[in-house]
């Protein structure tokens, strides 16, 4: 989700421009990096952690999670590109405007971010359900046209949501290695939810971290945390909400490793057991 920190939206680029929100974060500098070597997790097979048990079921009960309402946002569209009147319409994000959607980035060989976040995200919502929460999606397939920013973080606020996750990947420079969270700063409206997206990033980022093996980000953020306010998913979200940014698709490690199935499947367990820490 390459993205940079201020300005419109250009039409029709491969790589996320403008500054938003599904692509919407990160290649900007923000200060803080934690230098890590490159990601040495070789591919799992479906299930598989570290330990040889699934991150998803390594803790707590696996039921535990009845009754929670989930909301899961695969950054971008597969139809986004073509559309780009449509997509750089701008919309208003409590500080400011931004573009309704942007186009992502991709790796090299062309595995699309976008359709990298519908995949994860489909995985993670079977893990969820499976485990008894109430999940919804915030795009049907991969195939539409956003929805805008400004959509995706009311469709968790009219749902009351427990816990929202917007899934992406980044697209740095090929330097850079690793994952990090975007959470939200205060911007006034979303003050009530800062708190607690604080405690599902730190959740989330370290279940990521132990599950899949990636290290955290080298070019972004201090020990896998970036705090923002010019993101309008979060800044219109009134639910604990963050970003994962998986991996730099532009770093031929992590591409390899985010192209692959078994390890989105990883992904996915790894994304469950940190709802599950958050939620119990």
Same mark, same amino acid.
């Given at each position: 989700?390459?993205?940079?920190? =201020? ?5 029709? @680029?491969?790589?996320? #421009?403008? *500054?938003? %929100? ?6 900007? *500098?923000?200060?803080? =990096? ?6 040495? *997790? ?23 999670? !009845? =009754? +929670?309402? @989930?909301?899961?946002?695969?950054? /971008? !569209?597969? =139809?986004?590109?073509? /559309? ?68 995706? *973080?009311? %469709?968790?606020?009219? #749902? ?16 850079? /290695? ?8 205060? @911007? ?17 980022? !370290? ?12 070019? &972004?953020? +201090? ?11 979060? !800044? ?7 970003? @994962? ?12 490793? &985010? ?22």
């Amino acid at each position: 989700m390459r993205i940079n920190r =201020g300005g419109p939206a250009v039409a029709g @680029i491969a790589l996320c #421009l403008g *500054a938003l %929100v599904a692509c919407n974060g990160s290649s900007g *500098a923000s200060g803080g =990096g934690e230098a890590a070597g490159p990601p040495t *997790a070789g591919p799992a097979s479906p299930g598989a952690s570290r330990g040889g048990e699934s991150p998803a079921s390594a803790k707590g009960d696996p039921a535990s999670l !009845n =009754g +929670k309402v @989930i909301v899961i946002d695969p950054g /971008h !569209n597969g =139809g986004n590109a073509s /559309h780009p009147s449509e997509i750089n319409r701008q919309v208003k994000i409590g500080n400011g405007s931004k573009a309704c959607d942007t186009t992502g980035t991709e790796t090299k060989a062309g595995y699309a971010e976008h359709a990298f976040t519908w995949d994860v995200s489909k995985r993670l919502a079977d893990l969820l359900r499976s485990r008894g929460a109430k999940v919804t999606l915030t795009r049907k397939d991969d195939k539409g046209v956003g929805p805008c920013v400004t959509e995706r *973080a009311a %469709v968790g606020n009219r #749902l009351k949501a427990d816990a929202a996750l917007s899934i992406h990947a980044d697209g740095a420079s090929a330097s850079g /290695h690793g994952f990090h969270i975007i959470e939200p700063l205060s @911007i006034g409206r979303n003050s009530e939810m800062v708190s607690g997206s604080a405690e599902l990033g730190e959740a989330l980022r !370290n279940a990521y971290h132990e599950g899949t093996g990636i290290p955290y980000s080298n070019y &972004l953020g +201090k020990k896998a945390i970036d705090r923002r306010d010019d993101l309008g998913g979060l !800044n219109m979200s009134t639910v604990p909400k963050v970003f @994962i940014e998986c991996g730099n698709m532009q770093n031929a490690g992590d591409a390899e490793k &985010l192209s692959s199935a078994p390890f989105r499947q990883r992904i996915a367990e790894s994304l469950a057991a940190g709802f599950q820490t958050y939620l119990n």
